[in-house]
C-alpha cells in the first residue's frame, strides 16, 4: 500500500477517523493493528520477521535493565544484536555473500556448487530492524528507560506512516509518544496535510517523472555519450532527493495528522556547504544512527588520528552496505569517506595557510556548496548504476565522450523536467533563507500566496503526477 | 463521540475547515476550467469538430511524417489531424469512430501503417487512457469504463485535470496557436542505431491475426460510409526495416493484399527511396522537418 495511492487514502481515512473517536487506552494497540494491516497488504507472512525482532529487543530491553553485572547486560545487547540482524543479513546480503564466494572460489578454479536464494527482501527491513536494535542499544547505555508495555513497544517497532522508508525514530522521542494522550487539532491536520501534498508532489510530478529519463539511460550506458549521462547523473541526483524526501514528508505529515512528531529526515542537503554539513542533512535518522551506536562506540574522533580514518571509513562504508548488497554501494560509501577525509584535509591547510577566514566568504561558501554537490552527484554515479564496471564506464564517458545530448522520448517532458528541478531549489532557496516553512517552522509568505502555492501543487499532481512508481528507498 | 467533542474544543477549528474547504473548492474550480480548456485546445489541435475532408488518423510516425498545413494549402480543403503517440490497431478504430461523429465531411482518411502496425507489444498496452481527455464524449466514456479499473475511471472523471499530462498541455498551447509544426529537428545517430540493433534493442515486429482483423472492419465500415483510405507508409529507415526483413516484407504484402481486397483502399508507400535517405529521420521511425517536407509534397502529388 503506497502512500501515493487510493487504497492508502482511503486505509488512513479510516484509521484517522477511529483513531481519534476511541478511548486514549486502546489506541495504541489500534495503531498497532492498523500498522500490521498496512503492512500484511504488502506479504502478511513477512509480518512475522517483525514481530519476531519485536518480541527479541523488548524481552532483551528488560532484561538488560535487569541484569546488574555488565557481562548479564552485554549477553542480553548481544542476543538483541544477533538475533534482530539475523533476518537482515539472511534476506539482504545472503546472495551478495554467495554471489563473491562463486567469483572467488572461481578465480582458484574450485569446485562451488552454491547457487543464489529465491529471495524477496522484505519491505522496510532495514528501517524496522534499526529502529528496534535502538532501543536496546539504549536501554544498555542508559539513554532511556525500559518499555513494561508490549503493545507500546511493539506499535513503536511497527508505526505505520514510518515503517517501511524511515525515518529511523529512536524510542527516546517516538515510544513515549504512545503514552500520551493526542487530541484532535485541526491546526496539525492542516499543516500535516500541507507537508503530506510538498512530498506527494515531489514524489510523484518531480522524482517519477525524472526515472523515466534516468531509467532509459543508466539501462544502457554504453549506448549514451558523456553529457547525456551527466544530465541523467544530475536527474538522478533529484529524483532520489525528491523520493526520498518526498517519502518522509508525506511519513511525516501522516504522523502529525495523528499528533505524533517524527524527526525531521532531510534539511535542504544539496544546499550543504561542506561534506560533513551535507550528512547532518541528508537522511539524518540514519546518520545519527550510525554517529550514535557505530562512530561513537568505535572512540568517534577522540582515537589516535589513524583510528580516526579508520573510523571514518568503517561508518561510510557500513552506511553504503546498509543501502544494498552491492559493492556499488560500498564505493558510494567509500567516496564520501574519502571526500570527508579530503575535506578535513583541506580545512587543516587553510588554517595552515592563515586563510582560515575565507569560510566566512559568501563567494567561497557558493563555491563550496557547488562544489559539495558536484562531488555528491559523482558519488550518486555508483549508487544508481548497475554494476561498478557501468559506474566505471560513465565516468569514463562523462570525461571523455562529449557528443549529442539525448533529450528522453519527449522533448516536452525533458524541458518540464528541468523547469522542475529549478522550481524545486527555488523552493529550496526560500527555505534556506527562512521566507518559506520547512517542517512546520513559521513562513514569512503572505498567506493568499501560501494558499495560491497549494492550489498549485493539487493541480500539479492531478495534472503532471505519474502515479504508482515505488518509493526507491523500500528496497533498503 | 469523542472525535467530536475535540472538534467543539478545538478554537482553530471553524477557522481551519474554512482555509481547507476553499481550498478544495478552489482546486475544483480551478481544474474544472483548466480542463475545459485543455480540451478545447486538444480539439483544435487534432481537428475535431471541424469540416475536414481529409483525416489523418495514426500515431507518432505520422504525426510527424505528414505536415497538415501544407496539404490543406495545396489541395485547397481542410484537414484534421488526429494522431496520437502509441495508438494501436484498436485505438485507431475508436478515433475513427470519434472522428466521424465529430466531423461529418471526411471524405477521405489517410491511415499512417507500418510494419509494426499489427504489433500487439510494444505500443502502450494501456492506451485506453489516451481517451481520458474526451471522457465527455459518451462512446468514449463508454470504452474508457469498460478498460479501466474503478478508481482509475472515476478519479479521471471527477477530477478534470488527471485527464492530461505535459504532452497534452503542449499539444493544447499549440492548438490555440495553430502551430502543427514538426519540432522534432536533428538527424538520427546511426552509429548509436547500429549498436542498438546488434544488441537486440529494438522494436520487434510480432504481427497478430486480430489486429490485421479490426483494420479489416475499420476499412469496411469506412466502405459503408464511401470514405476512401489510403494506407500510407510513412518511410522508416532502412537500417530499421532491414532488422527483420522477411516479417517485415510479410507486414508489406498485408497492406498490398489489402488494397487488393477492397476498392476504397489505396496503399502509398514512400519506402523507396526515402528509408535510404538518413538526413530526413530524426530517429529511426520519425521523420524531421526536412523530411516531413519531402514526404507532404509526395502525398501530396501522388493524391492531387
Known amino acids: 500500500m503506497l502512500f501515493n ?61 535487569k541484569a546488574i553485572r555488565k557481562s548479564h547486560k552485554q549477553y542480553w545487547l548481544f542476543f538483541a544484536l544477533s538475533f534482530s540482524l539475523i533476518p537482515l543479513i539472511y534476506f539482504k546480503y545472503a546472495n551478495f555473500f554467495i554471489e563473491n564466494v562463486t567469483v572467488f572460489t572461481s578465480y582458484f578454479e574450485l569446485n562451488n556448487n552454491i547457487s543464489p536464494l529465491q529471495l524477496i527482501l ?42 517501511v522508508a524511515g525515518p529511523i525514530e529512536r524510542s527516546t522521542n517516538l515510544l513515549s509518544q504512545f503514552k500520551e494522550n493526542h487530541d484532535f487539532d485541526s491546526e496539525k491536520l492542516v499543516t500535516g496535510i500541507q507537508l503530506f501534498i510538498w512530498g506527494l508532489f515531489k514524489k510523484v510530478v518531480i522524482a517519477d517523472r525524472l526515472s523515466l529519463y534516468v531509467d532509459s539511460v543508466y539501462g544502457t550506458p ?82 589516535k588520528y589513524i583510528r580516526w580514518i579508520l573510523n571514518i571509513f568503517i561508518v561510510f562504508l557500513v552506511s553504503g552496505f546498509w543501502h544494498g548488497a552491492q559493492w556499488t554501494f560500498v564505493i558510494w560509501g567509500g567516496l564520501h569517506a574519502l571526500y ?61 565522450d562529449w557528443g549529442s545530448l539525448y533529450r528522453g522520448s519527449s522533448t516536452v517532458t525533458f524541458v518540464l523536467s528541468i523547469f522542475l528541478i529549478c522550481l524545486l531549489f527555488g523552493v529550496q532557496l526560500l527555505q534556506y533563507f527562512k521566507i518559506a516553512s520547512i517542517y512546520f517552522s513559521k513562513s514569512k509568505v503572505y498567506s493568499s500566496f501560501q494558499f495560491a502555492w497549494y492550489v498549485m501543487l493539487l493541480l500539479g499532481i492531478s495534472t503532471l503526477g505519474i502515479s504508482s512508481n515505488a518509493f526507491i528507498y523500500f528496497q533498503f | 463521540m469523542k472525535l467530536i467533542n475535540d472538534i467543539k474544543k478545538d478554537l482553530n477549528f471553524k477557522n481551519n475547515f474554512k482555509i481547507v474547504s476553499t481550498l478544495i473548492i478552489t482546486f475544483f474550480i480551478c481544474d474544472f476550467i483548466l480542463g475545459i480548456g485543455i480540451e478545447k485546445g486538444l480539439e483544435k489541435y487534432y481537428g475535431l469538430n471541424t469540416t475536414a475532408e481529409i483525416a489523418l488518423v495514426g500515431h507518432s510516425h505520422l504525426m510527424l511524417g505528414i505536415n497538415k498545413v501544407k496539404v490543406e494549402e495545396s489541395l485547397n480543403v481542410k484537414v484534421s489531424k488526429y494522431t496520437r503517440e502509441g495508438v494501436n490497431i484498436s485505438d485507431r478504430q475508436i478515433m475513427i469512430d470519434q472522428l466521424l461523429r465529430k466531423n461529418n465531411s471526411i471524405k477521405t482518411i489517410i491511415y499512417g501503417v507500418d510494419a509494426w502496425s499489427f504489433t500487439g507489444e510494444g505500443l502502450s498496452a494501456n492506451s485506453y487512457t489516451l481517451f481520458y481527455p474526451f471522457l465527455a464524449d459518451a462512446n468514449v466514456n463508454a470504452y474508457v469504463k469498460k478498460k479501466s479499473s474503478f478508481t482509475e475511471y472515476w478519479l479521471h472523471k471527477l477530477i478534470k485535470t488527471t485527464r492530461f499530462n505535459e504532452g497534452l498541455i503542449s499539444s493544447s498551447i499549440r492548438g490555440y496557436l495553430s502551430n502543427w509544426s514538426n519540432l522534432k529537428f536533428g538527424e538520427v ?45 510513412v518511410p522508416t529507415i532502412d537500417l530499421y526495416n532491414t532488422a527483420e526483413i522477411s516479417k517485415f516484407n510479410e507486414s508489406i504484402t498485408i497492406f498490398e493484399n489489402l488494397e487488393k481486397e477492397f476498392k476504397h483502399v489505396k496503399y502509398i508507400s514512400f519506402l523507396e527511396p526515402w528509408s535510404h535517405q538518413y538526413s530526413i529521420f530524426h530517429d529511426p521511425i520519425h521523420l524531421n522537418p526536412k523530411g516531413q517536407d519531402l514526404i507532404t509534397l509526395e502525398l501530396i502529388k501522388k493524391i492531387k
Request: aromatic share 20%; with cysteine; charged share 15%.
Open chain 1, 5 to 65: 495511492s487510493w487504497e492508502f487514502i482511503l486505509f488512513f481515512s479510516g484509521v484517522f477517523i477511529l483513531y481519534f473517536s476511541i478511548p486514549y487506552k486502546v489506541r495504541s494497540l489500534f495503531l498497532l493493528i492498523a500498522s500490521y494491516t498496512f503492512y500484511m497488504a504488502w506479504k502478511w507472512d513477512y509480518a512475522l520477521i517483525m514481530i519476531g525482532v519485536t518480541f527479541v529487543n523488548y524481552f532483551a530491553g528488560k532484561e538488560i535493565n
Open chain 1, 122 to 163: 522484505p519491505v522496510g527491513i532495514s528501517f524496522f530492524t534499526f529502529q528496534s536494535l535502538s532501543y536496546s542499544l539504549d536501554v544498555y547505555n542508559n539513554k532511556t528507560t525500559v518499555e513494561n508495555n508490549f503493545v507500546n513497544f511493539a506499535v513503536f517497532v511497527a508505526f505505520f506512516p514510518q515503517l
Open chain 1, 222 to 303: 554504453e549506448l549514451h555519450t558523456g553529457n547525456t549521462l551527466t544530465v541523467a547523473t544530475l536527474f538522478f541526483a533529484i529524483q532520489i532527493y525528491c523520493d526520498f524526501s518526498g517519502y518522509s514528508d508525506m511519513a511525516i505529515g501522516i504522523a502529525r495528522m495523528l499528533g505524533f512528531r517524527l524527526m525531521q529526515n532531510f534539511n535542504l542537503p544539496y544546499l550543504a556547504s561542506s561534506i560533513a554539513d551535507f550528512w547532518k542533512r541528508w537522511h539524518i535518522s540514519l546518520s545519527t544512527w550510525f554517529a550514535d551506536y557505530l562512530y561513537i562506540p568505535l572512540g568517534g574522533n577522540r582515537v
Open chain 1, 340 to 400: 570527508y577525509l579530503f575535506e578535513s584535509w583541506g580545512d587543516k591547510f587553510l588554517k595552515l595557510i592563515s586563510l582560515n577566514n575565507i569560510k566566512n566568504n559568501t563567494f567561497y561558501k557558493v563555491f563550496k556548496i557547488l562544489v559539495v554537490f558536484i562531488i555528491v552527484c559523482y558519488a550518486w554515479v555508483f549508487f544508481r548504476s548497475n554494476s561498478v564496471t557501468d559506474a566505471f564506464l560513465i565516468t569514463e564517458k562523462i570525461f571523455t
Open chain 2, 189 to 233: 545517430d546511426t552509429i548509436r542505431l547500429k549498436e542498438e540493433i546488434k544488441v537486440g534493442k529494438f522494436r520487434k515486429i510480432n504481427t497478430k491475426i486480430e489486429n490485421i482483423e479490426i483494420l479489416r472492419e475499420s476499412i469496411k465500415v469506412l466502405g459503408l460510409k464511401n470514405i476512401q483510405i489510403i494506407l500510407l507508409y
